[in-house]
């Protein structure tokens, strides 16, 4: 038996809305595992000859995650990875990992998680909660910590909304540092001015897009990230002033940009990548 897995990229944050505000995109990952045979991990695509190809590879890491926690064991199995996120890009790579892995290992176990406690145990894996319920609902979501654990609501994103991503090729930011520069406090106008574009970029995002270059302005992450890659913070700068709407993805150093007649991304030239994904469903699991 052959299962296959794709999980979308996702931009996570969006401006003001720090660890709570989600996007999947078009950009993706599919895992296949073949029940059976001799086992193995190959690694094709985005992080082949770095990322890890064998148990120590995330994918499978979240699936033996997942069978300790439902006592069961896995079968002998091959898995092959064909990745089409970025790597240490801020486009949640490891988010789209770990829900690879956690959806493989529910259906071949039985589990059957709801989407809830899948969600829970994604954060407790990966620890952005923004980057795994993007990836595992799909389109717009926000996350949010309830009494009862980790949930996600979803929101129809505009139809007309087209993200442009913008990939350094020489440009990196590990999550580690990008919190680390973060602060442990912040003044009060600052929270209060996120608190009132996040609202305000749900509103841009799901019904009046004319508002989106306002609504991703930020003060809590963006500079500070920005300082760490110094190609990606001029083209921040250079979007903004031509009027085009920006905020970094994730931890960064891509750039998630929203296009329009009047707003376009100019030609970057060498060193940057340009994607124009649509808005993603969320990950699935299928039998080949």
């Known amino acids: ?6 999980a979308p990229a996702s931009a996570a944050n969006l401006g003001p809305g720090f660890d709570a505000l989600g996007l999947a995109l078009g950009i993706v990952n599919e895992v296949e595992v073949e029940i059976g045979a001799e086992p193995g991990v190959e690694v094709e ?3 082949a000859g770095e990322l890890p190809a064998d148990a120590s590879n995330l994918v499978f890491r979240a699936m033996a995650f997942l069978a300790r926690e439902v006592g069961g064991a896995l079968p002998a199995l091959r898995m092959r990875c064909r990745n089409g996120v970025p790597l240490a890009r801020g486009l949640g790579s490891s988010a789209a990992a770990v829900v690879s892995g ?8 039985g589990a059957e998680l709801g989407e809830d ?5 994604a954060v407790d894996l990966e620890g952005h909660p923004d980057n795994v319920a993007a990836c595992l609902r799909g389109g717009l979501v926000i996350a949010y910590l309830s009494s009862a654990g980790w949930r996600a609501e979803g929101l129809a994103p505009h139809p007309e909304l087209r993200p442009a991503v913008l990939v350094p090729e020489h440009e990196r930011i590990a999550t580690d540092d990008a919190r680390r520069v973060l602060p442990l406090q912040v003044p009060i106008r600052d929270a209060a001015h996120n608190l009132g574009r996040s609202a305000l970029a749900v509103v841009a995002l799901t019904a009046r897009p004319e508002l989106l270059a306002e609504s991703l302005d930020d003060r809590l992450h963006q500079a500070r990230r920005l300082e760490l890659a110094p190609a990606a913070r001029a083209l921040f700068a250079e979007l903004r ?3 085009v709407p920006v905020c970094v993805s994730g931890s960064g150093p891509t750039l998630l940009a929203f296009e329009s007649e009047g707003a376009r991304v100019p030609e970057l030239g060498p060193g940057w990548r340009v994607l124009r994904p649509e808005v993603a ?5 299928r039998e080949a």
């Open 1 to 6: 038996m052959k299962l296959v897995v794709t």
């Open 102 to 109: 956690l959806l493989l290992a529910d259906r071949l176990l």
């Open 45 to 47: 695509g985005e992080g």
């Open 281 to 285: 469903a969320g990950a699935s699991v």
């Open 117 to 121: 406690r899948l969600l829970e145990v």
């Open 241 to 243: 002033h031509a009027g």
